[in-house]
């Protein structure tokens, strides 16, 4: 089991002492902005990569080394001089808080002997125990909508076991931030009181275990393998543990760690792996010492929590015996022993939580419990939230059935208390959870039914938000993944300006791209998500809350010209031919225009020539309908490398700033040709305040554009040619036989062509969560197939365990492994023995890439050169060139291109989670 431990003094002795030399800790170290997507202040936190020390992915602050013995703590830092870089071994997909460092001098236990020893624990100590169980917290703004899917998931996961409540973060002053930290995985055990404190989901961190194990030490855990009783249960392989890090496996001593009772757990998900801090990938670090129903226990999954975890879990945070956490969308409970009666003195708590959005009616179906005055003795009680405080719904007892109950939000609490002896049925309750109705609060949360897992068929939910009066109501989207289709004719969100369905439509969404956010005219907003009974995704999850205008007062916020409202601020603007002055308030001329010839040239300022600094130039050229206007270059040199952040060129597809963009263009090398969408184009010019070039000189035509009316029929893509036009299909989908619609497609494909293109699913934008695609590869009898890899990015992990593309020698995936490819690293062409060939591809439910492409094709075989196929996971080996193939028959030789086996560890060995 996780111990609930007391650090041991001599521990300290392995730590890695990280502050900065010269500095103490420091609150104000820990500033940290939430991310891009969030327009929060940023937020000082306890940030775990800048800890006193480090025990594995426990981080260690101040107040941690003077409760176990400051003087000697001091000590310790004053003789850390110098640290080392240090790697763990492992599965890359969850690394140490680390940190620029270098490894302690050990110095004997001897020293200390004698010396008095802190007892006291973090968890422990009642203030590292949060209160009730409940635990606030705040997911910082530069995770994905998947990440965030993953987090709440884990959460729900120990909600779901013990009695823990994970609650986003309101007012209270002790709350954890989800924050992505350049040291990796990593936390502090137990609550840090009197301020936030960070958990650290950094770098391939994001997997389910991984956020549970890091979730269990903020609630209060330590690792299973430091417990005084791990010797009689586990053997430690010193010789294979990496220089340096031998302190992971120290042990705590008997007084100095809370076990609760319970015994070793080799099962835990808070135990360490085999190889974990391993020199080498086969070199186990942790043995198990006996077998257990014959077999040797594995230890280190990072799949769900143990029975002994759970257990445990409950005894620290003294849940009651009976009850549980109810999260299904139905499902009924009852009074112990329900109907023959229940025994004096039970105490029982059911939590009902589902989704928020939702709202929870409880019906009593069978009530029959002592009757007393005010029920003072046996009595079942409901409160409308997610604690024992929550406003009280009602107390019952008797045999009376009380009205239904429904919660103002998504969570109840009911608790049964039995003290008398009379022998009662007892009672039964049953309930469901129903999405929409009104919501009139100044800010909350909103999520598809069953968020973050896949949504249920069939729903129709709509939600009527009100804001106080004289404000607008924001919403900003934080995850979304609904079924994808043109017109979101099958399961979408439809958004209006008002409070019904006759309001203003706002926009219809479907899809995997998060919708832009979203303000409403006045203070009500109308939200209506609808599912159908076939394919079901993520859903979505959106904040709401109260918006003001700044640019509807009498001032237009000082703006002289233009005023744009942003949600949360606003800005100024300038009308075409004008910029912004210096203050951000005023107008003055500027280069640029708006220009409507059908062809024409525009330059830099001054050309020929410098460009002056600090220059802000728009030009807008729009012709006549159905026309696109191509822009070419005939001279260009400005400031600028590939970044493209002093002095640049933009141009995009209509006349605003967040038309699309056709590229941001800097340095001495010309652009190509630009051709607009439409009939209208924006030309943008800007300079600093430092180096100046030669600039510009453009000139643009126009010419007519089939596709530009009704989209030339094409249901989807109109690609203008010279004189006509084409329809295409994005990926996913097919071109129907009419030449103009397209039909989607299904992801088991079969391929008899002699050549073409294989893409990943929505290639080249990201491909979908969760999904597995085929391709059969066919080619005529005596021929070869050939795959040749064009472009790859499918996210990396060494075994490629979780998103990857395998390629199969034969016609199915029970022929032999040709190879297994994930990452950015494009893979050396695969040829098949034969005509067939066979691959797959998977993703998992968290990180989504571009994808890969590739191309196939056929040939003749080689009699001289023949290729032995071998299984790889795109990690290349440098061997001695082989003679011949295995198997039997001559060979000629050949040189051998060698990859792990599918399926084996990757070239680092354990992890620390």
């Avoid at 176990?68 to 830092?77: E, P, S, Y």
């Avoid at 099962?267 to 040797?296: C, Q, W």
């Amino acid at each position: 089991m996780p111990g609930v431990a007391r650090l041991p003094l001599p521990l300290l002795l392995w730590l890695l002492l990280l502050p900065r030399p010269g500095r103490p800790l420091d609150l104000a170290d820990y500033t940290y902005d939430l991310g891009e997507e969030d327009d929060s202040e940023p937020v000082n936190y306890k940030d775990p990569c800048k800890a006193a020390a480090f025990l594995g992915d426990i981080a260690l602050d101040e107040e941690d080394l003077r409760a176990f013995q400051a003087q000697q703590a001091v000590d310790l830092r004053q003789r850390a001089t110098h640290r080392s870089s240090v790697k763990t071994a492992g599965n890359s997909s969850a690394l140490d808080c680390q940190s620029t460092g270098g490894q302690l001098q050990r110095r004997s236990r001897g020293r200390w002997k004698g010396r008095s020893r802190s007892r006291r624990a973090a968890t422990s100590r009642p203030e590292r125990v949060w209160p009730d169980g409940v635990i606030p917290f705040v997911i910082g703004g530069n995770f994905t909508g998947s990440q965030r899917a993953v987090f709440r998931q884990a959460m729900r996961h120990w909600e779901k076991h013990t009695c823990v409540t994970f609650l986003e973060r309101t007012d209270e002053d002790s709350y954890i931030v989800f924050t992505y930290r350049p040291c990796g995985c990593c936390s502090y055990v137990g609550r840090r009181g009197g301020g936030p404190q960070a958990i650290s989901i950094g770098k391939n961190c994001d997997k389910f275990g991984i956020v549970v194990h890091e979730l269990g030490h903020v609630i209060g855990f330590w690792h299973e393998h430091t417990r005084p009783d791990r010797d009689r249960h586990v053997s430690i392989v010193r010789e294979n543990i990496q220089p340096g890090q031998e302190y992971n496996f120290l042990k705590m001593e008997l007084q100095e760690v809370e076990s609760l009772g319970e015994t070793y757990d080799f099962d835990s998900i808070m135990h360490y792996a085999r190889n974990t801090f391993s020199r080498g990938i086969f070199l186990d670090t942790i043995v198990p010492k006996y077998e257990v129903n014959g077999v040797k226990p594995p230890i280190g999954q990072r799949t769900r929590l143990s029975k002994g975890d759970i257990a445990q879990a409950r005894k620290l945070y003294k849940c009651p015996a009976c009850g549980e956490t109810l999260q299904d969308s139905t499902g009924n409970f009852s009074s112990p022993e329900y109907p023959n009666g229940y025994s004096a003195h039970m105490h029982c708590v059911w939590r009902i939580s589902v989704t928020p959005g939702e709202k929870i009616i409880l019906n009593f179906t069978s009530m029959d419990l002592y009757r007393s005055r005010l029920c003072w003795y046996d009595y079942v009680e409901v409160r409308d939230g997610f604690w024992r405080k929550a406003p009280l719904r009602g107390r019952f007892c008797g045999g009376k059935l009380p009205e239904p109950i429904v919660s103002t939000d998504s969570r109840l609490w009911v608790e049964f208390r039995s003290s008398s002896n009379w022998v009662g049925k007892g009672f039964f309750a049953v309930y469901e959870a129903i999405c929409g109705g009104d919501v009139k609060k100044d800010n909350g949360h909103i999520q598809s039914p069953n968020y973050p897992d896949d949504y249920r068929p069939s729903k129709v939910c709509i939600w009527r938000i009100q804001v106080s009066e004289g404000f607008h109501v924001g919403l900003t989207f934080q995850s979304f993944e609904i079924e994808r289709h043109d017109s979101c004719a099958y399961d979408y969100l439809e958004v209006r300006d008002g409070h019904s369905e006759s309001s203003t439509l706002i926009g219809r969404y479907c899809g995997y791209e998060k919708p832009d956010d979203i303000k409403s005219t006045s203070s009500r907003l109308w939200l209506k998500f609808v599912s159908d009974g076939s394919i079901n995704k993520a859903g979505f999850a959106v904040n709401f809350f109260k918006e003001v205008d700044e640019c509807s007062r009498p001032n237009r916020g000082g703006c002289e010209q233009r005023c744009l409202n942003t949600l949360g601020s606003y800005k100024c603007s300038c009308d075409p031919g004008y910029e912004l002055a210096p203050d951000k308030r005023r107008c003055e001329a500027a280069c640029g225009g708006f220009l409507t010839k059908l062809n024409g040239s525009i330059t830099s300022p001054g050309w020929p020539k410098e460009y002056p600094p600090n220059k802000n130039c728009i030009w807008q050229l729009v012709a006549p309908t159905q026309y696109r206007i191509s822009l070419q270059f005939d001279f260009f040199e400005t400031e600028g490398n590939d970044v493209c952040k002093y002095d640049f060129v933009e141009v995009r597809s209509g006349l605003t700033a967040d038309s699309k963009l056709h590229g941001k263009f800097c340095g001495s090398e010309k652009p190509e040709v630009i051709t607009s969408q439409y009939n209208n184009m924006r030309v943008e010019f800007k300079s600093d305040n430092t180096v100046s070039k030669k600039g510009f000189k453009a000139h643009f035509f126009s010419d007519k554009d089939e596709c530009s009316k009704d989209n030339g029929g094409c249901q989807q893509d109109c690609v203008n040619t010279f004189g006509s036009y084409e329809c295409q299909c994005r990926s996913g989908f097919v071109l129907h036989d009419n030449k103009h619609d397209c039909k989607e497609a299904g992801c088991d494909h079969k391929v008899t062509s002699t050549s073409g293109t294989i893409t990943s699913p929505n290639w080249p934008d990201k491909y979908p969560s969760k999904k597995e695609c085929t391709w059969a590869i066919s080619s005529t009898p005596g021929h070869r197939v050939k795959l040749t890899f064009i472009e790859m990015d499918i996210e990396s992990q060494p075994e490629c365990a979780y998103d990857h593309l395998e390629v199969y020698d034969g016609r199915d995936a029970k022929a032999p492994v040709l190879g297994r490819f994930c990452g950015s690293k494009k893979p050396e062409p695969v040829l098949a023995t034969g005509s067939r060939m066979f691959l797959r591809f998977y993703s998992d439910n968290s990180v989504q890439r571009k994808g890969f492409q590739a191309s196939h094709s056929t040939g003749m075989p080689s009699p001289s050169s023949p290729v032995c196929p071998q299984a790889s996971v795109g990690i290349d080996l440098e061997v001695e060139p082989q003679s011949t193939c295995p198997g039997p028959g001559p060979h000629p030789p050949t040189t051998s291109h060698v990859a792990l086996p599918a399926g084996s560890p990757s070239s680092r060995a354990g992890s620390a989670w």
